[in-house]
Structure formats: C-alpha cells, structure tokens
C-alpha cells in the first residue's frame, strides 16, 4: 500500500492537541520537518505555527498556494466544501463516536456493557453452530473420499483378474 497523507501544503489536518483540539485547519506553509504554519476554518482556528506532533493528516487536500493569504484559505475552503467531506469521513465518524462514548452516564455505560455481553454470547452460539457445521461438512468429505477409494480399488481389482 503507498503512502498518501504527505505534509503539504493545502493538506487538511485534525487538531490533536491543546486549546484547539478537534479543530479542522489547513497546512499554509511547511516551517520545518517537524513545524508547519496553519489556518484554521472561519470562526475556528486563528494562523498558527504548529508542530506536527500535535496534528492528525488527513486524506483531503485544498488547492492554494504556499503562504497564501487568509481570504483565500477561507475561499479555497469554500469551494472544496471541506465541512461537508469531513462530516462523511471515517475520521470524523470516530472521533463523534469516541465523544459521545466520553459523554456516557454510568446507567449507559452499564447498558452498553450488558449489550456487549449479549452479543458475545450470540456470537459465541453461533461459532459454536459453524463449528458443529463444519465438522459435519470434513466427516462428509471423509466419508465421500473412502467410497471414492472403494470404487478406485474395485476397479483396481477388476483390471487385475
């Protein structure tokens, strides 16, 4: 598999780390290997340097050129209609799920906890039944190929008389 998330400029990332956690921003320009200058989304992020330990790379990429000016991001931006994409990602799916498993009473977190164990036991019954199933299935393929071995040897005995 060839690697496709490289730091760019225009490449989409996910804040990981700080005041700013969570928050979608733009790579404008590559400082260092370890530092790059970023622009948040309108209302979002303000234009930073940040270092690269703090972000998560994703998959989109915006076309604008290096340094370019704030206006342009929050163009760019628009045009490639970066919320919308991002809301369908895998990424932010995880990261909603992750939330919302954060934000979980303790009565829910019992009620996900006796969901989990039901579903291990169905599981559990139903591996039990494929496994039954499948010994069924090898005893079946025996027992064909010791007819198939009778047959061979009659034939066998037939040539020799």
């Known amino acids: 598999m060839v690697f496709t998330k490289f730091v760019e400029i ?68 628009e045009e490639y209609k970066l919320e919308e994409k991002y809301k369908k990602s895998n990424i932010a799916k995880k990261l909603a799920l992750r939330e919302k498993r954060a934000n979980l009473t303790d009565f829910d977190r019992f009620k996900v906890m006796r969901l989990r164990q039901k579903r291990s036991v169905l599981r559990h019954i139903a591996a039990k039944g494929a496994k039954k199933a499948g010994v069924k299935k090898a005893e079946d393929k025996k027992e064909a190929s010791k007819k198939k071995g009778e047959k061979k040897g009659k034939k066998g005995e037939q040539a020799k008389k």
């Open 10 to 77: 225009g490449r989409v990332i996910i804040i990981n780390y700080g005041p700013f956690a969570g928050k979608l921003a733009v790579i404008v320009d590559v400082l260092t290997t370890t530092k790059v200058v970023i622009q948040g989304l309108k209302g979002g992020v303000r234009r930073q340097e940040l270092s690269l330990r703090r972000v998560t790379l994703t998959d989109d990429k915006i076309n604008i050129k290096r340094g370019a000016k704030r206006e342009e991001v929050f163009k760019a931006i």
